[in-house]
């Protein structure tokens, strides 16, 4: 149970206690995205100390993406925009963060729990591994390139749009599931609204973004669950940059005109009922820096 959350900024959400156990010195997080049932989340963390953790296995399949700062991961260092991966089973090195390093943070299939050991687990996949990328010195490929290019399935649906240059990140090629840093060019455009067949999450590093639910700028973040309509993007003069994730394979299905309507006969509300007010239409969550959206039909 992931909520649709669509747009917030995370400056507007309240601080929690870090959710990393078994860790030495004090990091606190915001919450971005969060399932109250199986304990996967999308979180800001931020190590408010210098910390350490030994060496141990996630309940979780686990993202590390680092915003700024610096981060060791047994004899590797990782700084702004460098990301981890450890699936569910593989061995996490011990790591080390300084003091005011801020991260992004993925659980998926599972909850925070982590136990300290020096082995991989027995649930482990013979073919995953830990994942390390130095994004900061890949090479950005353009979204059409043949083989570092977009992870879509354009087979079903939607076509390569030029000006879109993204940096993979993580791939599973049996089911999908991805996650890539992704560049717009200045004043890049797609229209019409897309839906996909699976969800889609991304957090705003730098640059701009108009769209129909409304502006995104550094620190912002969306939740989208499969199937809801989303479009008419529109990237700022400088460009936009995101982190963004997927948990299948994405496609494009394009829709025109798009409108939704709120149908059904008023009993006790309308204009002959003096200060009555009509429903409203079902919205994503929203805070409040970025305000309401402008026309909620529009979906």
């Given at each position: 149970?992931?909520?649709?959350?669509?747009?917030?900024?995370?400056?507007?959400?309240?601080?929690?206690?870090?959710?990393?156990?078994?860790?030495?010195?004090?990091?606190?997080?915001?919450?971005?995205?969060?399932?109250?049932?199986?304990?996967?989340?999308?979180?800001?963390?931020?190590?408010?100390?210098?910390?350490?953790?030994?060496?141990?296995?996630?309940?979780?399949?686990?993202?590390?993406?680092?915003?700024?700062?610096?981060?060791?991961?047994?004899?590797?260092?990782?700084?702004?925009?460098?990301?981890?991966?450890?699936?569910?089973?593989?061995?996490?090195?011990?790591?080390?963060?300084?003091?005011?390093?801020?991260?992004?943070?993925?659980?998926?299939?599972?909850?925070?729990?982590?136990?300290?050991?020096?082995?991989?687990?027995?649930?482990?996949?013979?073919?995953?591994?830990?994942?390390?990328?130095?994004?900061?010195?890949?090479?950005?490929?353009?979204?059409?390139?043949?083989?570092?290019?977009?992870?879509?399935?354009?087979?079903?649906?939607?076509?390569?749009?030029?000006?879109?240059?993204?940096?993979?990140?993580?791939?599973?090629?049996?089911?999908g599931f991805y996650t890539r840093l992704i560049h717009a060019k200045p004043n890049w455009k797609e229209h019409p609204l897309a839906h996909h067949p699976c969800y889609e999450e991304a957090f705003t590093l730098?640059?701009?973004?108009?769209?129909?639910f409304g502006t995104m700028y550094p620190g912002t973040y969306f939740f989208r669950p499969a199937g809801v309509r989303h479009g008419d993007f529109v990237a700022g003069a400088e460009g936009t940059t995101w982190?963004?994730?997927?948990?299948?394979?994405?496609?494009?299905?394009?829709?025109?005109?798009?409108?939704?309507?709120?149908?059904?006969?008023?009993?006790?509300?309308?204009?002959?009922?003096?200060?009555?007010?009509?429903?409203?239409?079902?919205?994503?969550?929203?805070?409040?820096?970025?305000?309401?959206?402008?026309?909620?039909?529009?979906?």
């Open positions: 149970m992931r909520p649709h959350v669509e747009l917030i900024d995370e400056k507007d959400l309240i601080w929690h206690p870090a959710e990393l156990p078994h860790g030495s010195g004090e990091a606190r997080q915001r919450n971005l995205n969060y399932c109250e049932e199986k304990g996967e989340a999308s979180l800001l963390v931020e190590f408010t100390s210098d910390w350490t953790r030994p060496a141990g296995l996630h309940a979780a399949q686990t993202e590390w993406y680092v915003l700024s700062g610096e981060i060791s991961v047994g004899e590797q260092v990782l700084v702004k925009d460098d990301y981890l991966m450890a699936p569910q089973g593989v061995l996490m090195p011990a790591v080390k963060a300084k003091a005011g390093t801020r991260i992004l943070l993925f659980r998926e299939y599972a909850d925070w729990t982590f136990t300290p050991g020096n082995a991989h687990g027995a649930n482990r996949n013979p073919e995953h591994e830990l994942v390390i990328k130095h994004a900061s010195k890949m090479d950005w490929y353009d979204v059409t390139h043949p083989t570092h290019g977009s992870p879509m399935d354009f087979s079903r649906g939607g076509t390569p749009v030029p000006g879109l240059f993204i940096k993979l990140l993580h791939h599973d090629k049996v089911t730098e640059g701009s973004f108009e769209y129909n982190l963004l994730r997927c948990d299948g394979r994405l496609v494009d299905w394009y829709t025109e005109n798009a409108r939704v309507e709120m149908h059904g006969d008023p009993v006790n509300w309308g204009p002959d009922f003096p200060g009555s007010e009509p429903p409203v239409l079902l919205q994503a969550t929203r805070s409040r820096s970025v305000g309401p959206m402008k026309d909620p039909s529009y979906v």
